[in-house]
């Protein structure tokens, strides 16, 4: 290609980027699907009802418009398919909770990558080196918010789990960790012979029966609390671990495997999964941009390799050790005891 083929265009686009994720992250934020999941209506009816000042209301809905968030027709504004499904707070299908987080807890830190790399160091305002979940919820509101946020960023991924591990050769299993519930609810609803246990840190407890409640699974479903540093496991066939060992150094994730080895039963599984990358380091942009979130958010966590997250388990005595790909960016790794 000569230079004068060359463009700039993508760069621009890329870098320029935020501009499009901030007007989502607020139009979640604000509550614009919600309202207009009640019913279509014009800017400056969307502007009394979200208590907007309404200089910008019209460029900022426009601007979904073209974004493809919401549509159009004529003067009055309506919510794309997708967006009355997953970004209507009242529905059991909203996975905005993670937008919101990202406004209200990533968007500060990310603006600070470049002081994260150039010190090494957590950019959301944590100091010393304690567990980074006793810095997120310091914040009573944050507690709600992030496990609303993993709800968001994880049913899909709980759908395709319930379908490629076979649960239909085991009776339990324990998610370590389970914030609000999406996978133990996603995987009840898909198998009706399991039962399944939440397991997380006490506070998470009222927030995991609200949530399980909604879909009447009380009877099929508990809570049990579990520092996974300090207590013993939950006893279950299967155990489940999302988005839990990139937020850990490697001592500690390695620890986690190992516990879960020793607590399961003969021929019982552990379920591993994460943002994995790749193994040759070039495809999965968001697994090593969910590494960097962890550098602005965590002392030591960071993501790793398909193979790293196989060598672990390996190493910790599973066997039959085994990788696929989920949706989007996820993959998880399976052992065998
Ligand atoms: C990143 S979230 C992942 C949530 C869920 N597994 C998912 O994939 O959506 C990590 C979860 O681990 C929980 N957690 C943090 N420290 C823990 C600990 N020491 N023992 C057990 N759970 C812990 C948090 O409360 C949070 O719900």
Known sequence: MSQ?????????????GFWAAKAVMSAVELGVCTELAKGAKSAEALAESLRLNGRGVRDFLDALVALNVIERDGSVYRNTPEADQFLDRNKNTYVG??????????????????????????????????NHFDHIYSDPKMVKLFAEAMTGISTQT???IA????????????????????LPVQLALAHPQLTGIGSDLPLIKPI??????????????????????????????????????HGWGLEEKKQMVKKAYDAL?????????????DDDRRKNAFGMLMS????????HGFDYTVQEGKQWLKDAGFRDVSATALNGPDSMVVGLK
């Not at 500060?108 to 002081?115: A, E, I, Q, V």
């Open 208 to 245: 995991f029966e609200e949530y399980i409640a909604r879909f009447n699974l009380q009877s099929r479903l508990r809570f049990e609390p579990c520092d996974v540093f300090k207590d013993p496991m939950p006893k279950a066939d299967v155990y489940i671990m999302g988005h839990m060992l």
């Open 97 to 130: 909770g993670i937008l919101e987080m990202a406004g209200a807890r990533l968007w500060n830190p990310w603006g600070r990558l470049s002081d994260a790399l150039r010190t090494g160091t957590p950019q959301n305002g944590m100091s010393g080196d304690p």
């Open 265 to 277: 039963p003969k021929g019982g599984a552990l379920i591993v999964f994460d943002a994995m990358i």
């Open 4 to 16: 004068s083929q060359l463009s700039p265009e993508r760069f621009i686009q890329m870098g320029m």
């Open 292 to 299: 960097l979130n962890m550098l602005l958010e965590t002392p």
């Open 163 to 182: 379908q490629k591990f076979p649960f239909g050769d085991y009776r339990s299993f324990c998610d370590i960790g389970c914030a609000q519930g999406a």
């Open 158 to 160: 709980a759908r395709v």
